[in-house]
T-cell receptor, first 113, second 113 residues
Framework: DTEVTQTPKHLVMGMTNKKSLKCEQH?????MYWYKQKAKKPPELMFV???????INESVPSRFSPECPNSSLLNLHLHALQPEDSALYLC????????????FGPGTRLTVL | EDQVTQSPEALRLQEGESSSLNCSYT??????LFWYRQDPGKGPEFLFT?????EEKEKERLKATLTKKESFLHITAPKPEDSATYLC??????????????WGLGTSLAVNP
């Protein structure tokens, strides 16, 4: 089973709200990723966790704060977002090596008002 | 500069009309090439991983091939349910342990009944 789950499916928030996106996988993967995708564009890497440690931050603004509580869970905490942050947020996971296939979740559609 | 280019941008086929999508890449050294299918508003669905020139993989009506410069995704006798955006991504050697993928912009495929 190559399933990555994400909640919620949709999220609408104001610019002063605090919310969190959640991602879960039970495939034993040791790398987990957050991506942001705008319409008609490919996914854009935000963060990578490897063995529960943050290994890559692609210069993402501090209003996005990732967290990896354990090897199966990945959170993305959102605070003081801007309307231009509205996008599809994707979580992915891969087994171990950098060349391993990344498997994506269904995404969270975020709208910032 | 590492680059991935997909063509055509959009393709419209009649049901049963076979065709091919192209992904050409310019990277310092290829570590892996990945094909994904993405339906509107959903996360990319993994199709194939190719690691070396000459490699081929098949799944139902799809067949992916790889040369030193490009990859093709052949679609045989497509059905309307094959309509989606097909994304190609590459991992380059100079990425080191960085798991960042270089993405093409995708080919939007529409199959008419």
């Amino acid at each position: 089973d190559t399933e990555v789950t994400q909640t919620p499916k949709h999220l609408v928030m104001g610019m002063t709200n605090k919310k969190s996106l959640k991602c879960e996988q039970h495939m034993g993967h040791r790398a987990m990723y957050w991506y942001k995708q705008k319409a008609k564009k490919p996914p854009e890497l935000m963060f990578v966790y490897s063995y529960e440690k943050l290994s890559i931050n692609e210069s993402v603004p501090s209003r996005f704060s990732p967290e990896c509580p354990n090897s199966s869970l990945l959170n993305l905490h959102l605070h003081a977002l801007q309307p231009e942050d509205s996008a599809l947020y994707l979580c992915a996971s891969s087994l171990d090596r950098a060349t391993d296939t990344q498997y994506f979740g269904p995404g969270t559609r975020l709208t910032v008002l | 500069e590492d680059q991935v280019t997909q063509s055509p941008e959009a393709l419209r086929l009649q049901e049963g009309e076979s065709s091919s999508l192209n992904c050409s890449y310019t990277v310092s050294g290829l570590r892996g090439l990945f094909w994904y299918r993405q339906d509107p508003g959903k996360g990319p669905e993994f199709l194939f991983t190719l690691y070396s020139a000459g490699e081929e993989k098949e799944k139902e009506r799809l067949k992916a091939t790889l040369t030193k410069k490009e990859s093709f995704l052949h679609i045989t006798a497509p059905k309307p349910e094959d309509s989606a955006t097909y994304l190609c991504a590459v991992q380059a050697e100079n990425a080191g342990n960085n798991r960042k993928l270089i993405w093409g912009l995708g080919t939007s495929l529409a199959v008419n009944p």
